[in-house]
């Protein structure tokens, strides 16, 4: 783990001797490995990282102008990157230059939402697993406290991100099913599919979370649940269970097809368009988190109904769960806002770096921004007519 650690870094130095002298691509190696950052193909950061930061070389371009690099689904990586995030300081750094990174171009903006809501998980994540026991059969099993690669309860995870106060006060009749399941993820990984039952298996056992594909019906993260498993007997794939997370990121309390966005289109029918999974028919949660919400706010509601997005599915939806003797089984919990009043995991971040998370949400390369002195500012406008509003 200390090579690995030293290889994000650059090889051959510490996290101390890193906070002295930190540089982009290391930064940008450290969040690869856990929220899966889309890096330009024509920036020098592409070549620094495939060159010296673990970073893999998928694709060059005829003209040797272009490289893709990418950073797929490494535990080992995962485990390190996620013991460096730990030290506050270097956190506060990767905040820094995941900002300028998006200012300067260096990182596609693309849906921005999605990566600030990718970071609020793994700080919740780290947050969960910080020096916390973990119960015997999981250390029978060769888990270690010392790392944030071990399953926690679904229940832990969520105190982690909402806090106690929070999670007691609005989450409530949240299933004990559900609520006793496992979650296993250090990490985020791009797919190209709608992951199935054994491929939620295999994601779990990996401790990896998934990125939608592109233009993914209703969800844009899924992060596997393992239900009644005690460690005792295989994964089975009929236990596995997910959150279903959807991500917006407007300016205002709700979103334009609120509240079917945070409930019918983020169910198990929608995403999977009547496929249920394999029959799979566990209890899940519908996770909405509307980042841009001007206040905070935390609201949760166990649907016992079927969705009414579609009124032929959801009759076949309702008659097939009758007749197997199935209920509806979706929790769906939704956050309103970033603040530290309602993700108590960042409790421990400054008020800077709040500020520097939600402006990650709007970042893009501006050059107004990259300029430090007013009298280059005016001049840049001047140079871009029409552009900025005078």
């Not at 007997?233 to 991500?247: E, R, T, W």
């Given at each position: 783990m200390k090579l690995a650690r030293q290889k994000l870094l650059g090889g051959g130095i510490t996290a101390y001797d890193w906070l002295n002298k930190p540089t982009l691509a290391s930064g940008l190696a450290i969040l690869s490995s856990r929220i899966s950052l889309d890096v330009t193909a024509e920036s020098r950061i592409a070549s620094e990282l495939v060159a010296g930061f673990m970073g893999i070389c998928v694709h060059v371009s005829e003209d040797r102008h272009k490289l893709l690099a990418f950073y797929p689904s490494e535990p080992i990586l995962a485990e390190a990157a996620a013991l460096l995030m730990k030290d506050q300081n270097v956190l506060r750094k990767l905040l820094h230059f995941l900002l300028d990174a998006l200012h300067t171009g260096y990182i596609e903006p693309g849906y921005r939402g999605e990566l600030v809501a990718r970071l609020l998980l793994m700080i919740a994540w780290d947050h969960a697993t910080r020096d916390r026991d973990i119960s015997p059969h999981l250390g029978n099993l060769g888990y270690s406290k010392e790392f944030v690669s071990r399953p926690i309860r679904v229940k832990e995870f969520l105190i982690s991100l909402f806090g106690q106060e929070n999670y007691d006060e609005h989450i409530?009749?949240?299933?004990?099913?559900?609520?006793?399941?496992?979650?296993?993820?250090?990490?985020?990984?791009?797919?190209?599919?709608?992951?199935?039952?054994?491929?939620?298996?295999?994601?779990?056992?990996?401790?990896?979370?998934?990125?939608?594909?592109?233009?993914?019906?209703?969800?844009?993260?899924?992060?596997?649940?393992?239900?009644?498993?005690?460690?005792?007997?295989?994964?089975?794939?009929?236990?596995?269970?997910?959150?279903?997370?959807?991500?917006?990121?407007?300016?205002?309390?709700y979103d334009a097809h609120w509240p079917s966005s945070a409930t019918s289109k983020l169910s198990r029918e929608f995403v999977y368009k009547g496929k249920t999974t394999e029959e799979n028919q566990n209890p899940y949660l519908s996770l909405y988190l509307q980042l841009g919400a001007p206040e905070p706010a935390l609201e949760s509601f166990y649907i016992e109904s079927f969705p009414a997005f579609n009124t032929k599915l959801q009759k076949k939806t309702r008659l097939e769960a009758e007749k197997a003797g199935k209920a509806k089984t979706q929790y769906c919990i939704s956050g309103l806002g970033l603040d530290k009043i309602l993700y108590r995991c960042l409790d421990k971040l400054s008020d800077d770096d709040i500020s520097i998370l939600k402006q990650l949400l709007c970042a893009w390369p501006d050059p107004l921004n990259l300029a430090k002195h007013e009298n280059v500012k005016s001049l840049l406008r001047s140079m871009m007519p029409l552009v900025y509003e005078k």
């Open positions: 409530q009749s949240f299933p004990q099913k559900l609520a006793n399941g496992l979650l296993a993820f250090t990490h985020f990984i791009p797919v190209t599919y709608t992951p199935n039952q054994t491929q939620l298996r295999t994601l779990f056992i990996r401790f990896a979370a998934v990125i939608c594909k592109r233009n993914q019906a209703g969800v844009d993260l899924i992060i596997p649940v393992l239900l009644d498993w005690d460690g005792s007997s295989p994964i089975s794939v009929d236990s596995m269970s997910y959150f279903l997370i959807q991500v917006k990121n407007w300016s205002k309390v």
